[in-house]
């Protein structure tokens, strides 16, 4: 297999990497309370708001999280207790994100193959024309 195109694992943002650190919530990929920005504001002021925010935005964002969603009943505080439910459209608009998300890097990689087999098929020509002018 060629891992030359094989992604490095990612080194979580800074605010994510405290917030995993600090709360088992998001180490465990659970459903988040809705609200939790301001339970963490209270507790680590020193984040700033647009961090915060786009680092949750980028979090309940990643397929980790939307399986959690699909998958969940129950959301969570910091603390990892219940706190409301995750309610049957939520669970499927996140289930539909997936699939969706699913299908697209599925065309992709296909597009990428045709595009590959297309060069090698070039490729194999130019160099029978090549072979057969020496």
């Known amino acids: 297999m060629d891992t030359s195109s ?4 990612r080194t979580p ?3 994510l990497a405290t ?12 459903p988040l309370a809705i609200g939790i920005h301001k339970a963490i504001k209270e507790r680590l ?24 969603v699909a998958n969940g009943q129950q ?5 990892g207790n219940p706190a409301g439910e995750v309610t049957a459209e ?5 289930l539909e994100t ?8 599925a065309e992709r990689k296909k597009a990428e193959q045709e595009a590959e087999e297309r060069q090698e098929k ?9 072979s057969r002018s020496n």
């Open 6 to 9: 094989s992604r490095p694992p």
């Open 13 to 15: 943002h800074p605010v």
């Open 19 to 30: 917030l995993m650190s600090s709360f088992a919530v998001f180490r465990d990929g659970r």
């Open 45 to 68: 002021p020193d984040i700033g708001e647009n961090s915060l925010r786009m680092t949750l935005k980028a979090y309940t964002a990643s397929t980790k999280y939307l399986k959690a």
């Open 75 to 79: 959301r969570f505080d910091l603390d």
């Open 90 to 94: 939520q669970r499927q608009l996140a």
């Open 98 to 105: 997936i699939k969706e998300r699913f299908r697209k890097a």
């Open 122 to 130: 070039l490729q194999k020509l130019a160099n029978k024309f090549n």
